[in-house]
Every structure is written in structure tokens, then in C-alpha cells.
């Protein structure tokens, strides 16, 4: 059976994931939900892992960063799926279930201030993504996640 992931809303809990996105602990997860697609970044393609629930919304900011010339604004892929907590936490991270990922790690360390090219922010929130540098809490000026903001 195939779902239909647009019509799942952005998850606003961890019940949320475990209950539409799968557990990323199960043996069968990564067989399941993840796809892994090439993309452009720092004028190299990388493998991006991530979530299936968000293979079209990712290939909609990479398609608009192409389109408008600002691709070379992504000098480097950082991570994405991963099984982890959150770091200095014990809640699992949305990189465990394919729904986050990282760029421009170098200067946009987290807990600093955050760096990422108005340009590049603009292109993951147009497609419903969430910047970790709009975090209330820690800054992660190199995390995208896909979720409702100020949620998980």
C-alpha cells in the first residue's frame, strides 16, 4: 500500500513520527522510509538520505536554489539520516527518521550564531522545512527539519 504523504501533516509531535513516520529502532525502518537521492552541493553531487515523506519537497529546494542561481550557496552536505538523541539530550533526533539534514556545518556551528545564506533559509522554508537557526532554544544554523515549527 502506497501513502500518500502530502496529505500527512508535518509531524508537531513525537507521537506524531512514531504514529505516520515509522520507528526508526524497528529493523525494517531504513528498507521502508528511506530513499537516497544525488543533489548538488559545494559543485559535487551527495548522496542525501532522507525520509520518503519529503523526497518531492526536497527535490523542490534543490530545483529552486538551481533555478535561481543560488546552489553555489551550499558549500557542503553535513547529514542526514542518521538513528541518534539529540545532542546534550535524550529525545532521538529528527535525523533518525530521515527528516533532517545538515549544511554548511563549517560556519554554522551549533550554538553559534548562525550564518546560512538568507537565499539558502528561504528555499527549504518556501517547501515546509523548519531552520534550526529559528530555534528558540540552542541555534543550529545548519539544520533543516521537516516538522511544525517550534514543536519537536
Not at 2 to 17: E, F, H
Not at 50 to 71: P, Q
Not at 78 to 103: C, E, K, Q, Y
Not at 105 to 124: D, H, K, S, Y
Amino acid at each position: 500500500m502506497t501513502t500518500n504523504w502530502k496529505s500527512i501533516p508535518a509531524p508537531g509531535s513525537y507521537a506524531d513520527l512514531y504514529a505516520h513516520y515509522g520507528d526508526p529502532r524497528t529493523p525494517n525502518f531504513e528498507a521502508t522510509y528511506i530513499v537516497t537521492h544525488a543533489h548538488e552541493v559545494g559543485g559535487h553531487m551527495v548522496n542525501i538520505a532522507c525520509h520518503v515523506a519529503i523526497e518531492d519537497r526536497l527535490h523542490l529546494v534543490f530545483a529552486d536554489l538551481i533555478a535561481s542561481g543560488h546552489i553555489g550557496l551550499l558549500h557542503t552536505f553535513d547529514g542526514s539520516f542518521v538513528v541518534r538523541t539529540i545532542r546534550g539530550a535524550s529525545n532521538p533526533s529528527l535525523h533518525s527518521w530521515g527528516l533532517a539534514m545538515d549544511f554548511n556545518a563549517a560556519t554554522n556551528r551549533l550554538g553559534a550564531t548562525p550564518t546560512m545564506p538568507a537565499e539558502v533559509v528561504a528555499a527549504f522554508k518556501a517547501h515546509g522545512f523548519v531552520w534550526g537557526g529559528d530555534f528558540n532554544h540552542r541555534k543550529d544554523g545548519m539544520h533543516f527539519q521537516f516538522t511544525q515549527p517550534h514543536t519537536i
